[in-house]
């Protein structure tokens, strides 16, 4: 297994009492596999793909257990030394917004270069050449004129064309993406989406894709995993979570949205809002929005139960998950 | 529906009615002694009806010029040319005290909960607000009690009417400002990517709040998003917007499952579509390049710099919004307002026959 | 302004469309109405504005309370010397002169033999005076200006901005010698007259600012769409959320004017004697620094606590109102 986080736990302490951000999440990734992380904000994907990059906020957030087993390695034993050497190099990370990421007074060259000047040890000279390179990979257009330009200088998607590019410089073994196309148009991020897919499947990578669109992730994913209050509710393949959901979120969330082909009648809709993470209800966090809500589910915190075994293993966290993919 | 398409232009009964509505902003050169040296085009030529009770959507990518057109209907701008006829009225030429009283009747609901509410004033002097702008629609004794009443059809709860913005979660803040819209009870109203801010989740509750509260109040809205789906589900009619003006428009049906102009086609063929399976079954156009600046557009027909289907003919003439040659005689669906020389039918939507 | 909920919540998640946090409220069962349930996470179902919220920093704050007693202090000596001064500053024996610290005179004599004790605290009146005065002027100036010019833009806008640079160039303290070595006259009001001639631009600036960016929001939008008038906009959406840098920045110049004023009458431009201030006290003591350093540290510290009050005051009300920063 390339990536195995493992009963990870990380809480924020702000003003008004400690959000418990991440409550025991467990998901892997193996190479040339693509793992959708799919949940609200707040749900805590992005804050495990950030404890799991090395670059949450600490303070005001803090891991408060678990495993993050890169290669076999706990990276959370690492020393922070240790660590910079995996992160860039073995493992990197896209972001939703290309403009912030990119520094906006260096040139894209000199951005991309830098990466091989540092870890690698190269010249100026042949670290721009490489970065000629990458831009052609990624398929920016004029790649040896467009070298010198800086961020500014390019479209929405050419950037975060380029982040992909700087994320792909050091050939990491794992790519997350933060909502890699969030912010681009809808045209564009098919481009997008496309690229990364090829791109991970000729390098062999492992790729997180976290997300919170149901279109993006059935399009690219091999397995998903469903996050709400800082667990994961329901991990499946791809196919199968879309045919019959076994928990009561995921369902919610697969009918709340409208479809493309047909005008429909009115929407599902979840009632309620998404839990407050300094309260998060007890039992089941699901279950105050949840239609089939027992007693049980107030009280008792559901297990991970296993619903079918092979080849990508299913699960739900859901008392009644027999009654939801059957109902 | 298909017969009355053609004359739609000639409804006497649309409550909205814009022509040849243009937004040019200047681009000048020079400090001290400006002088203009082009314009960036954000609305160049739009026109639409509205009829009363009706959805139309409008559909397009960033800087396509859809929120331009949304701040020009509720005179948040003044257009550069044409004309934006309420009930017959233009009402780009009216005095601002004739323009006050049209103002009621045409509200705008914002995109960002977050930056649409004065964080400064409780919820129940945002919804009230209206009422002290425009005296004449309730007398001060019952305005409290009127507050409550819009939290309550919202669907939030009267007794939050102290409260303050932050309080609330995004979904709530959006009913809080759609409840502001409705307080002068208006008959249009302008939602400009009312959801795009909010979770999935929650943006179902709003949607269907939109549309309970259209068969309500008989509300008619325009309503603009980038969201295809949430556009399909919502609209009765979808006019699709690209650098600045409309190529293509029609009913729901006629827009989304017989689409004539190709980068309709292409939009189409880009969402992402919730379901796996779809995957192998869908061919996907892919559009080369990014869409050009709406100060330097390109001569005659604007798409045709990034469109497959592009020839010599396209770089002269500019192709009218009309019912394309091809379908005019014909009595398919495929027969409605689409701006491409080279307009023919594709099905780029998967249905659920494809799947089978 | 961010509100904390808001702000905490991107911290922990940094995701979604556009950024928006759906994690902040809870139980506010928006389709279930459940009855004035607890909503938010702070005092259960209370209105907080943002100003509530603030004051509920600032009261847990140290730095804040410290500088608040300093200040109040400050204010009820400016105000009633005689509370805890019995003397009369003026009343000088020049016998005395330089003198240590004796009975009934704690802090000793100056050159002129006038109770440094006495002279301390009445100092304490001008230096509040001065100060506030000028702050008052300099606010109101800088702030209906700078505030009117980023409301409506345009020639205005651009003429103010350059007017604004004019001031900028003036060095303070060399225009002080300048201009106000020509007034005779013996009040502080030249001095306070000086202050807010040269201080506006600065808060007219942040005024300016902090107007445009309160403007863009789409709260102010939505008012012009119903149709509210220019005022409406200005005095119930933009002013209220375009205050707080006003109120930051004017409390921590208002620290810089006290001790601008002692420059000014350590140069001999500001304020001349008879009146007591600590300028002066500071500049005669500065001649006998080796035979009698008390006479300069006593007005020299008071002025440096007065100062370090004011600006602490500044910078603790900051971070009230801009959660962002933490």
Same mark, same amino acid.
Not at chain 1, 129 to 142: C, F, G, Q, S, T
Not at chain 1, 240 to 268: C, F, M, N, V
Not at chain 2, 144 to 161: A, F, H, M, S
């Given at each position: ?175 997350? *993406? ?10 564009? #991020? ?23 669109? $149901? ?85 008792? @915190? ?26 | 529906? @298909? ?25 000048? #050169? ?174 179902? #509750? ?14 008619? +809205? ?33 827009? +989304? ?57 396209? *770089? ?22 689409? *701006? ?17 | ?29 928006? $389709? ?101 005065? *000028? ?43 300048? $201009? ?38 789409? +709260?102010? #939008? ?31 110049? $208002?620290?810089? +004017? ?69």
């Amino acid at each position: 297994m390339l990536l195995e986080v493992r009963d990870l736990h990380v809480e924020f302490h702000t003003r008004d009492g400690v959000a418990k951000a991440v409550n025991g999440v467990d998901y892997s990734v193996d190479e040339g596999e693509t793992l959708a992380v799919l949940g609200e904000s707040g749900s805590g994907k992005s804050v495990t793909a950030q404890a799991v990059m090395g670059i949450l906020d600490m303070p005001p957030g803090r891991i408060t257990g678990g495993e993050i087993l890169f290669q076999g390695q706990d990276l959370l034993k690492l020393k922070e030394e240790e660590r910079r050497k995996v992160r860039g190099a073995k493992m990197a990370m896209i972001f939703q917004d290309a403009l912030s990421s990119l520094n906006p007074v260096i040139s894209v060259g000199d951005q991309l270069g830098e990466m091989f000047q540092v870890h690698r040890g190269m010249s100026r000279k042949d670290s721009r050449a490489k970065a000629v390179e990458l831009m052609d990979r990624v398929r920016i257009p004029a790649a040896k004129e467009r070298v010198g330009q800086y961020p500014h200088q390019f479209s929405g998607g050419m950037r975060q064309r380029i982040m992909i590019a700087m994320a792909l410089a050091l050939e990491p073994e794992l790519i997350i *993406a933060d909502e890699p196309t969030t912010a681009l148009d809808v045209t564009v #991020q098919a481009q997008v989406m496309d690229l990364l897919a090829e791109l991970q499947r000729e390098l062999h990578m492992g790729l997180i894709l976290i997300t919170h669109d $149901l279109g993006v992730v059935a399009d690219v994913a091999d397995k998903i995993a469903v996050m709400y209050a800082g667990r994961i509710v329901e991990h499946a393949p791809v196919h199968e979570i879309y045919e019959a959901p076994a928990h009561p979120y995921t369902k919610g969330l697969l009918e709340s949205i409208p479809r493309l082909d047909q005008k429909g009648s009115q929407l599902y809709a979840i009632k309620g809002l998404p839990p407050n993470l300094l309260a998060i209800p007890p039992g089941c966090a699901f279950n105050p929005r949840c239609p089939l809500a027992q007693d049980r589910c107030r009280t008792d @915190v559901p297990p991970l139960y296993e619903v079918t075994e092979s080849p990508v293993p299913r699960r739900s966290a859901c008392h009644y998950w027999k009654e939801c993919l059957h109902g | 529906m @298909v017969e009355a398409r053609g004359e739609a232009s000639l409804q006497p009964e649309a409550i909205l009615q814009v022509r040849d509505l243009y937004k040019h902003y200047p681009l000048t #050169q020079g400090i001290l002694f400006k002088k203009q040296v082009g314009a960036v085009k954000a609305v160049d030529g739009v026109s639409f009806d509205l009829a009363p009770g009706e959805t139309l959507g409008i559909v397009g990518e960033s800087g396509c010029g859809k929120s331009t057109v949304a701040k020009m209907l509720v005179n948040l701008e003044r257009p550069t040319a044409g004309t934006i006829s309420y009930k017959g009225e233009d009402i780009t030429k009216m005095s601002p005290k004739a323009l006050r009283a049209v103002r009621r009747n045409i509200q705008m609901v914002f995109q960002d909960p977050y930056t649409s509410l004065n964080p400064r004033m409780t919820v129940g002097d945002i919804i009230g607000e209206p009422y002290e702008i425009h005296p004449e629609v309730a007398p001060k004794g019952s305005r409290r009690r009127k507050v409550q009443d819009l939290l309550d059809v919202v669907g939030l709860n009267p007794e939050y009417i102290n409260r303050y913005p932050h309080q609330f979660s995004g979904g709530q803040r959006q009913r809080i400002g759609i409840a502001r819209g409705l307080a002068l009870q208006p008959e249009i109203i302008v939602a400009d990517e009312p959801v795009s801010a909010l979770d999935v989740s929650v943006q179902a #509750q709003v949607v269907n709040l939109l549309e309970n509260l259209q068969r309500e109040f008989s509300l008619s +809205y325009v309503f603009i998003a980038h969201d295809l789906s949430i556009v399909r589900h919502i609209s009765d009619r979808v006019g699709v917007m690209y650098l600045g003006r409309i190529v293509e428009i029609g009913t729901d049906t006629e827009i +989304y499952d017989h689409p004539t102009h190709p980068y309709t086609q292409a939009l189409l063929s880009a969402v992402p579509v919730p379901d796996p399976e779809a995957r192998a079954h869908r061919e996907r156009i892919v559009l080369t390049g990014d869409v050009p600046s709406p100060a330097d557009i390109p001569s005659g027909c604007r798409f045709r710099t990034r469109c497959w289907k592009a020839q010599e003919r396209c *770089a002269l003439e500019v192709p009218a919004l009309a019912v394309p040659v091809e379908f005019r005689l014909t009595d398919s669906p495929a027969k409605h307002d689409s *701006a491409c020389h080279f307009a023919e039918e594709k099905h780029v939507v998967p249905t659920e026959d494809d799947r089978e | 302004m961010p509100e904390p909920n808001y702000d905490e919540g991107a911290a922990i998640a940094p995701t979604g469309a556009g950024g928006a946090v759906d994690l902040a409220m809870s139980e506010g069962e928006s $389709l279930e109405k459940t009855p004035g349930g607890p909503l938010g996470t702070g005092p259960a179902g209370k209105p907080r504005s943002l100003w509530s919220d603030a004051w509920h920093d600032l009261r847990r704050n140290p730095v804040f309370i410290v500088s608040a007693l300093v200040i109040l202090f400050l204010v009820l000596i400016s105000i009633w010397p005689s509370l805890i001064a019995s003397g009369d500053p003026l009343d000088c024996d020049l016998a005395k002169a330089q003198e240590g610290s004796q009975p009934g005179h704690p802090f000793g004599f100056n050159g002129q033999g006038c109770d440094v004790y006495t002279r301390t605290v009445y100092g304490a009146r001008t230096s509040v005076a001065v100060g506030v005065l *000028a702050t008052l002027g300099v606010a109101v100036l800088g702030s209906v200006l700078g505030g009117l010019a980023g409301f409506f833009g345009g020639g205005w806008d651009g003429f103010l901005s350059r007017i604004t640079d004019v001031f900028f160039a003036i060095p303070v303290v060399l225009g002080g010698l300048v $201009l106000l070595s020509v007034v005779t006259s013996n009040t502080v009001w030249p001095v306070i007259g000086f202050m807010v001639l040269l201080g506006w631009p600065q808060l007219s600036r942040i005024a300016r600012g902090s107007v445009i960016t309160a403007k863009q929001n789409d +709260y102010v #939008q939505a008012a012009r769409a119903l149709g509210a008038s220019n005022s409406r906009m200005l005095l119930r959406h933009i002013a209220p959320n375009a205050l707080a840098p006003v109120i930051v920045v004017a409390t921590i110049a $208002l620290g810089t +004017y006290i001790s601008l004023e002692a420059t000014l009458s350590f140069l001999g431009v500001g304020l001349k004697p008879p009146t007591v201030s600590w300028g002066i006290d500071i500049s005669s003591a500065s001649q006998y620094i080796r035979n009698a350093p008390h006479m300069l540290l006593w007005p020299a510290g008071a002025l440096a606590v007065t100062v370090l009050a004011f600006i602490m005051l500044g910078d603790a009300v900051r971070d009230a109102l801009d959660p962002k920063l933490r």
